[in-house]
Nanobody, 116 residues
């Protein structure tokens, strides 16, 4: 079965950290560009950060630069989003997205809530 499954979300206090994981099955992420998106209530889905197929190029939206980091472990077929210094405005459902040419796959999302 081809799918992406996110995990690692939860409730964290402002200033805390979380690491999200996105594990693929049925295909290999090593040949895909991997991206994390998020969607807050009442807002459009926005790109958080993206990593090229080889991992040599990474981009982040301005609001998370210096706080979030994308990485991948091809042996585990998993991509990660390390989130530090979390803020209440980071509260959202986070989605993993894989793309290669016209092929794209989405995960089901994991909730991240930043609140005291």
């Amino acid at each position: 079965q081809v799918q992406l499954v996110e995990s690692g979300g939860g409730l964290v206090q402002p200033g805390g950290s979380l690491r999200l994981s996105c594990t693929a099955s049925g295909f290999f992420i090593s040949t895909f560009a991997m991206t994390w998106y998020r969607q807050a209530p009442g807002k459009e889905r926005e790109l958080v950060g993206s990593m090229s197929t080889g991992g040599g190029s990474k981009t982040y939206t301005d609001s998370v630069k210096g706080r979030f980091a994308i990485s991948r472990d091809n042996a585990k077929n998993t991509v990660y989003l390390q989130m530090n210094s979390l803020k209440p405005e980071d509260t959202a459902v986070y989605y993993c997205y894989a793309a290669r040419g016209s092929t794209e796959r989405w995960g089901q999302g994991t909730q991240v809530t930043v609140s005291s």
